[in-house]
């Protein structure tokens, strides 16, 4: 395969690829060939993936070409590969949620939303990185290696799902899943300029993903266009009875909602702009990348109106007493007693082991969030805090569904910021405000998109957050495509379109 068909193939959306392999111009083995050599040149400059799992993709395309020569009706993504972040369990491919204290450790089941990307006949290439257990937002956090932005090989690609989304950027897969818990999918989206939805709480199953905060995780997908992630959002929504927490099975329709937005035409649709997200912290570039959307929104008949939201930036305070709390006690299970690293200290005791195996199994920002969240569960402090935090909760939701009472969506930028660069954050506080448009979204369990608006001065991504009431998400796949085929069009090409050719010799090197 020479370079210029390499980079036709990769370069495709997901549904291209998809239409390219029912008209029989395109096989699913040269896709994932032409991944796999991207990969090779690209994954040592961005560092997207813990593993690659490429000859099990092979199996896979193989199997799917040889049903569709032989004429069997295949699902719409037949052949088209993912990348799964490193948070969701694949049996049989090591799931170490990027921390040393799983290293090693190979799954004997499927998270179920990826039994369905084999129903789907779906191609893995390779688990993806992320800060250790999802906790942090910049991907500098993995136990491993962190990853680079695309765009920017000097800058973080976000967190912690930034594998995900830098492979998605980079070329190295045009479909991605990533986890959610306070923006781990949209604010990586936001910083490579790629399409990250956190869907409706239930709405997806969280059965085998490994839980940071179960009443904030969420599986969504990561893609380069809001076409292909409603496409992968209509292949792994759906009621689960192994998911305790999971919505009562209704159709999906996520691409048909996304094909309409296409169509340009907004009338009707109220949207309100949340004007606390865009005060001190935001920057200039990204408050006139947001204005720049929302005056294409309005352009296309959406009805535009401001609306004072009193709560919403207490989210991120509430959420960093809420989520701690719920990651100590989800983290207790890795004691080095069932399974995962074991460190036998000299005469080891149960005690002494379990502490050992902590201390060398952990990173410093998991520890922190740890002892944060023992803190808030302890005697003297969980009424205080803990249930005051629930209470205030109940709030922003309340907030949340009166003003859905007056507009169908509301919008604000993803980030307070473009992709910064690695090292540049150190302290933890500052790092937590990169979620503060994000949370929101996640307290109160709703559908929550981010698309690329426009560049800033520098070339970098703006994203630009659009949410639903609960249930809505195929209202945010309408809204979201409508947005980014107008962006498309004031930008002379689609934005994800514009990022440096990684495999090509001095481009961002």
């Known amino acids: 395969m020479n370079g210029a068909d390499k980079e036709e193939i990769v370069t495709l959306t997901a549904s291209q690829m ?34 690659t799992c490429f000859n099990s993709a092979f199996m896979v395309a193989d199997a799917v070409d040889q049903a569709r020569a032989l004429g069997q009706d295949l699902p719409d993504l037949a052949g088209v590969p993912i990348a799964v972040k490193d948070m969701i369990v694949t049996k049989g491919v090591e799931t170490t949620v990027a921390s040393k204290i799983l290293k090693g450790w190979v799954p004997p089941y499927d998270a179920t939303c990826v039994e369905k990307l084999k129903e789907n006949g779906m191609p893995m290439l390779g688990k993806t990185n992320l800060d250790e257990f999802a906790q942090g937002s910049s991907t500098e956090n993995s136990a491993f290696h962190p990853t680079f932005n695309p765009w920017d090989l000097e800058r973080v690609p976000g967190g912690s799902g930034g594998g995900s989304a830098a492979a998605v950027s980079s070329f190295e897969s045009p479909l991605a899943l990533g986890t959610d818990t306070g923006g781990s999918i949209r604010q990586p989206a936001s910083f490579t300029g790629s399409v990250g939805m956190k869907p409706t709480y239930g709405r997806v199953s969280r059965y085998g993903a490994i ?28 009621y689960d009875p192994k998911d305790s ?44 990348g947001f204005l720049r959307g929302v005056n294409l929104l309005s352009s296309m008949g959406a009805q535009i109106e401001e609306q004072s939201f009193p709560h919403f930036l207490h989210g991120i305070q509430i959420y960093y007493i809420l989520m701690p709390a719920e990651v100590s006690s989800n983290m207790s299970r890795y004691d080095g007693m069932r399974y995962g690293l074991r ?40 009424e205080k805090m803990y249930v005051a935090a629930q209470k205030v909760r109940t709030v922003i939701i309340n907030d949340f569904e009166k003003a859905f009472e007056s507009f169908d969506v509301l919008v604000c930028p993803t980030s307070p910021t473009t992709a910064f660069k690695a090292g540049e954050v150190v302290d933890p506080v500052t790092m937590y405000k990169n979620d503060i448009a994000t949370i929101p979204a996640n307290l109160a369990g709703l559908p929550a998109i981010s698309v690329p608006a426009g560049l800033d001065s520098l070339g970098l991504p703006i994203g630009f957050q659009i949410m639903a009431n609960r249930q809505k998400d195929e209202l945010v796949f309408k809204v979201a495509s409508a947005l980014q085929e107008a962006v498309s069009k004031e930008n002379e090409g689609p934005i994800w379109n514009k990022v440096p050719r990684l495999w090509k010799s001095g481009e961002n090197d």
């Open 18 to 51: 998809a239409e390219a392999m029912k008209k029989g111009e395109l096989s699913s083995r040269e896709i994932v060939e032409a991944e796999l050599e991207v990969t090779k040149a690209v994954d040592p400059k961005t560092q997207s993936y813990l593993a």
């Open 343 to 382: 460190i036998m200290p000299p005469d080891a005791t149960a005690a002494s082991m379990m502490a050992a195996t902590r201390e060398q199994g952990f990173g410093s920002e998991v520890k922190r969030r740890i002892m944060l969240g023992t803190y808030v569960l302890s005697s003297g402090q969980y």
């Open 211 to 238: 839980s940071m905060a179960s009443s904030l995780d969420q599986i969504g997908p990561c893609a380069r266009t809001v076409e292909d992630a409603a496409m992968l959002f209509d292949a792994i929504a759906g």
């Open 245 to 288: 927490t999971s919505i009562p099975d209704f159709p999906s329709s996520a691409l048909k909602a996304a094909k309409e937005g296409k169509n340009g035409d907004l009338s009707g649709i109220r949207v309100g702009i949340i004007s606390e997200a865009g005060g001190e912290g935001f920057s200039k570039d990204v408050m006139d």
